[in-house]
Structure formats: C-alpha cells, structure tokens
C-alpha cells in the first residue's frame, strides 16, 4: 500500500493530536505513526488501541524518521517544541503545529529553520469545549476548515504536501497570513471566550446570585456556560499570545456595548430595535 | 370526560400560546378553548387544526365565558390586552401571562382587576430563537421551569388552580416576587441576549471584517449568532420594560469585562488563569 507519508510524528496526543492519528491510521496516510508527548499512560493507551506505533517523551530519538511532523501540544508550548526538535529532524521534514494563535509561534519559529527543513503554521478550526486524548474522535475535521498560513519564505511544495494531508483528513483549506489569521479570531473566536467568560463571572459577582437560578435559564445563558467551560489555562495561554489583536477586539466591543447601553438608558426605542436588527440581520446573512 | 377548565381562552397564538392550545387540546384540559388575537389566517389555521374551538379579534364576545385566560400576545401588548378585555370577563376568571418581564406588567394590571377577577403573573421558561404559532410544538413546557408571581394581593384558591395546569402541562412551578424575577431574568436571559447581539454588530464594525469569515467560526461565535438572531422587536420591548435590572446588569458585566481586559493588558498571567478558571468552576458547578 503507498501512504501519503512514509513516518508521521504527532508531538501532543490531545483532542486534536490524537484525533488526527486515529484518522492518520484509518485512512492509511502513513506506514509508522510515531507519538511524542509527556504522559507515558496516555502515549502507551494510544499504543494499545494501534492508533501509533511507537512513542518516546523526548525528541532523541523516533523524530529523526519523521517526513511530517505535526504539534498539537498546549499552544504556548508549540514554540519551545519545535525548537527542542529541530536539532534531530532530518532534512526535507515537513513541520506543521495546530495553534489558534499563530504570529506569536511563527516569528520565533521561522528564522530558527535549518535549511532543508520545512515549518508551515496550521490551525484546524475544530476545537469543541473538551479537550484532551480521551475527546478525540474518528472523522474530527470533516468539512471543517483548516487555516494553514504559509510566509513568504514557505516552500510550496511543503505547503502543497501539507494541504494534500488535510484534504485527506476532510477538511477545507484556507490560507491567509499570519496577522488576517490572529486579527480574524480574535474577533471570532477569542473575543467570544473572552465575553463568556466575563458574562458568568459578571452573573456569579451579583448581589443575590445563586447558582440555583441557573436551573431557570433556557436557551441563552447555558450555551454562554458552556463556552465559559472551555480550559481556563488554554484560554490563559492565548489571551496572552494574541494579546494585542484581543485587546482591539475588547475595545470594538466595549463600545457596540455602550452604545446599546446609552439607547436603553434613555429609552430610545428605535435605536434599540435597529441595533438588535442590525445582528439578527448579520446571521440571516451568513 | 372531566376537564380541568371548562373554558379556556388564549390571546395570542404564537409560539407560547400555540404550544399551549396544542397541550390543552391533547390532555384534554378544557371542554372549549377559544384563540383572540389580530390575524384572522392564524387562527383560522388553528380551528382548522382542531386545536381550538372558535376565535375572535377583539374581545366583544367569546372571552366572557373563560375560566382560565392566558394572555401569550408580544411582552409590549400584554398591558393593554389585559385591560381591554377586563369589561367582559366573567366573575372567577383566572387571568395569566406568559412575558418575560413582570414588573412592568403586574404593576399596571393588579390594580385594575375587578373583585371576583384574578391576575397571576406566569413566564414559562421555554423560548427559543424562534417565533411564532408555525414554531408551536406539542409538549414545549416538558419539565421547563414555569415561573408563579404572586403578590400578598392573589388568592391562594386561584394561584392553585394556576398551578395545576401548568403542573398539567408538565412545568415545574417555581413562585417569586416580580421584582425578583426581573432582577435575575436581567441576569441569566436579559444579558446574555444584550451582549450576543452587542458581539455580533461588534464584528460588523471591526476593519476588513468579512461576513464570510464566519464560516471558519467553529463552536463559540455561531452560538452567539444564534442567540442574536431572536426577534429584535421582542428584545426592543424587553430592554425596555425592564431597563433598571437590565443596565445594572451590564454594569456588573462591564466591569467583570474591564477587570479581564486590565489583567490581559498588564500581561498578568495569574490573573488571567484565576479570572477564567473562576467560571470555569461556575459551570461545573451547575
């Protein structure tokens, strides 16, 4: 049988690392799976179930056979990953990593590039409020996308290798560069997290808040919780590394907030139905 | 066979009142219902349906014969629908609502009820992001919470009677005060609405934002444009009947916003970590 890779290496076993081997091997996209990561029980139970083939917890040894190489570790460990790696990655290496934040990662990773060895920033847009090894699932990035966003320094044949594995998973490629990619989730993705959270801390901080009333809440207030249920310390990691495009973000909508705030305050009826039509308009047009 | 009611009168049949009509019928809890509102189509389609008996559009006939009136029109209607029809409604009757905002209401309706005319304030919590008697279903209040308003002016012998149908229709009563209710509905439905809209029109502002990058918006955003896409008008007249509870509201929700932002901005990693895992704990504590 031809695999699409000879040796994959999967650094981070967690809902997307351990999601794409599971397709990796079903699909037969590599004759050897090797997983890196620092949990020998979680490596040794994807062992079990014949998702990889061989694990390590240190980069000495199993990567120097990698072709792609793919790091799903915690976003603000991505970078110091790579740069543990590099020295035993051998040339013609496809390095690729799953990031939602992607200008903190790529301007330290980038330069650090032996000639020869290929890093092209990803982010498959198939996160869900789980996390970890045992959420991982058969089929995650079917008909999602995948933001991939080669510089100008990216090989195109890696990129054209990269992209051929992705579509092979099922998702849909995109590529834009690194500051569209940090602008646009900021706004739909980080600012969201960041509102939720916020909205459940705002709810709990009030006088006479018990946690009782949430029974009450249909629709509304339970999906806010359960965004606010994602990873506090993930959410930590990119609230600093794509810190300033949030901070933007927060201000744009601080001030859609006070401006509704100022229409209620004075009871201007038509200013708030506008400004209500104004978003239900947004999503009948998407 | 015994019915609960004999006569049940409904004005509005939106997504409320039409559901209600559908239960009413189907467990069989009154001998006759009769449907009022403004569009003669709707309620055509509804006796065609068999899930009521007559209808009307005003209130010259038809109501003086209900036991058990349950006003479902828009929140901003409820009033005036209460008070027109008062003049023909016979001694006994139980009259409800099903709004989202008492205060308002209950405080300009109580002192009208004529001796012998009861008035409790009810709101189902069983909305959705849809509208209207095409979105009716059967079953809708199915172990939902349906909120009581008494006041030290209702009678006990006329809430229990209120109380039983709901229980009939399978709600589970929950009795507080108007102003309590409007203080945490502010809370757990008011806000979260307020500030999924405010989020949506906040990304319509930002630079270079493109309707099409919502596609690539997994989980987090697509919640909240669902949210934003309930019924401006609706929503208009909430934040209007209810501006107190819901500007103090956002007042605490700013600052929880504004804390976060400072703790992002100074790059205050444990801040951060504390802020986020703090609802984090609300959530699982549910």
Redesign the interface.
Known sequence: MKHMFNHIAIAGLGLIGGSLARDIRRLGLAATITGFGRSPERLKKALEMGIIDAWHTDYSQGIAQADLIIVGTPVSLITQQILEMLPHVKQGAVITDVGSVKTAIIEQVEPMMPQGVFFIGGHP?????NSGFESSVDGLFEH??C?LTPTEKTDPHALKKLENFWKAVGANI?CMDIK?HD???A???H????????????????E??E?Q?????????R???????????M??DI??MN?DH??N??G???????S??QS??D?N?SE??Q??????D?????
Do not use: C
Not at 275 to 280: A, I, P, R, V
């Open positions: 847009i198939a996160g869900t409020e999602r996308a933001v995109v569209t602008m646009i989730f706004g739909i993705s600012l969201p997290h960041i509102v939720a959270f916020s909205l459940v801390n705002a709810l709990t901080d009030m006479n808040f946690k009333i949430l029974q009450y809440s249909a629709g509304g207030f999906d806010f919780t359960r965004i606010a249920a994602s990873d506090p310390v959410w930590r609230a600093l810190k949030i901070l973000a927060i744009f909508f601080e001030k859609s907030l006070g509704l705030k209620i305050a009871g009826t708030i139905e400004f209500f039509k104004k978003s239900h947004t999503r009948r047009a998407i």
